[in-house]
């Protein structure tokens, strides 16, 4: 009796062995072989749902067919895998059976609330149905859950939710605290604008509701929807979205160059000052005490440096204009002089240039009219630079220039000088 209970034990661990490898052997080729991992374990519901997919792909009668059985012996085995009621589900829309489809994708939405598949029908559903409002809420359970994965598939599902009042005042508060949201959301309008333009009408309504509610991080979305507008090939409207966006300090920095005293530091907006870092300078804006002012510091290094990193894009309707700058130099050794330079951006000829001799440590001021002629230019340019020199060591930069305002003035018609 004894041996009888050591043979039952022993073939029963023996068993359980067996049935543990086959379950290691199916999960180890689930991704190259699911066909032989779903035979080996038939529990191994991640190679049975590759199967069915594979069989939907098929497109043919009878691979549905057999994806249909699979699903249903799936749903069996495995009750509590929403995955399998939304396999189900897809199958039953292949036959045109939508009501019975739709109770499978909320059966599997009540058994996981984040079951991917049926997220995507059952949002795709309800837009089908006319349900936006509905559709947001599912929207916000993917964007939670699927962000980088099944996100980018509702792109062109936004301009129609967007249109409805109710849908766009719940999608502006879904996002509210949300950054990342924001951006998404941005994102998904963007991506659909080459083909239908006109929609980005939803994202300047986003950015502008946004404002009002005074939402956090909203000024990387105006960046967002300028450069939107750019890409449309439409600087007037980008330079208006600009403009329209500005909270009241940003406004009191106004005009044909923003921010022309670096009293606030750069918002990255493609209007606005562009400081970046090169090798030979650090540039910065910083507080000159014993001025009360703001300044732009540029700290040379002793080192050849073509200066290129610092410049705004500006519009500058046809006329007559004045380019003045007031700076400071302490113990500047240059070997050309420094200059602002206004053109129909980088690269083409210059309209005008500024320079900016040694002052030897007192504050001057420059001054010089220029001429924009009648043409095309969607957005000009003003930067700092030199006339053209070869990175030589005799070439070096060394000292400190510190730029307190560059504005321009449009004058009275006349001659330039």
Not at 39 to 49: G, H, T, V
Not at 148 to 174: E, G, R
Not at 266 to 280: A, E
Not at 373 to 395: I, Q, V, Y
Request: charged share 25%.
């Amino acid at each position: 009796m004894v041996g009888l209970r050591r043979f039952f034990l022993s073939s029963f661990s023996w068993l359980i062995l067996v049935v543990l490898l086959l379950g290691t052997v199916s999960n180890a080729v689930e991704l190259k072989y699911p066909d032989l991992a779903m035979r080996l374990n038939p529990f191994n519901n991640n190679a049975r749902i590759q199967v069915i997919t594979n069989n939907l792909e098929a497109g043919d009668i009878g691979s549905l067919t057999e994806a249909e059985q699979l699903a249903i012996d799936g749903a069996y085995l495995s009750r509590g895998d929403a995955r399998m009621f939304s396999m189900l589900g897809i199958i039953r829309e292949r036959q045109d059976k939508n009501e019975k489809a739709q109770m499978l994708f909320d059966h599997a939405l009540r058994l996981l609330p984040t079951e991917g598949f049926a997220l995507l029908n059952r949002f795709g559903y309800l837009i089908k149905q006319k349900r936006p409002l509905d559709a947001v809420d599912l929207a916000d359970i993917i964007y939670r859950r699927w962000r980088n994965d099944l996100w980018p598939l509702l792109d062109s599902y936004w301009p129609y939710i967007l249109s409805d009042s109710q849908a766009f005042h719940k999608t502006v508060q879904m996002f509210d605290k949300s950054p990342d949201g924001k951006n998404r959301l941005m994102g998904s309008i963007f991506a659909g604008l080459e083909k239908e333009p006109e929609n980005i009408k939803y994202a300047q309504a986003l950015v502008a509701e946004w404002i009002a509610q005074k939402s956090e991080n909203t000024q990387i979305l105006v960046n967002q929807l300028v450069d939107a507008w750019l890409d449309l090939e439409k600087p007037d409207q980008a330079y208006s979205q600009f403009v329209s966006s500005m909270n009241e300090e940003q406004k009191s920095e106004l005009g044909y160059v923003f921010n022309s005293k670096f009293n606030l530091q750069p918002t990255q907006n493609f209007f606005d000052w562009s400081i970046g870092q090169q090798q030979g300078f650090v540039a910065r804006i910083i507080e000159v005490s014993d001025v009360g002012e703001n300044a732009l510091e540029i700290k040379f290094q002793d080192n050849p440096v073509r200066i290129k990193s610092i410049w705004q894009n500006l519009k500058l309707p046809s006329g007559n204009y004045e380019l003045s700058s007031r700076y400071m130099t302490s113990h500047l050794r240059a070997p050309k002089l420094i200059r602002i330079f206004v053109g129909c951006g980088r690269g083409k000829k210059p309209l005008i240039d500024l320079p900016l001799p040694d002052s030897k440590g007192e504050m001057v001021q420059q001054k010089i009219r220029f001429e924009v002629p009648d043409d095309d230019c969607g957005a000009h340019r003003l930067w700092l630079g030199t006339e053209f020199l070869s990175m030589s060591r005799k070439n070096r930069f060394s000292g400190i220039l510190k730029l307190f305002e560059v504005s321009i003035e449009r004058q009275s018609a006349g001659k330039s000088n």
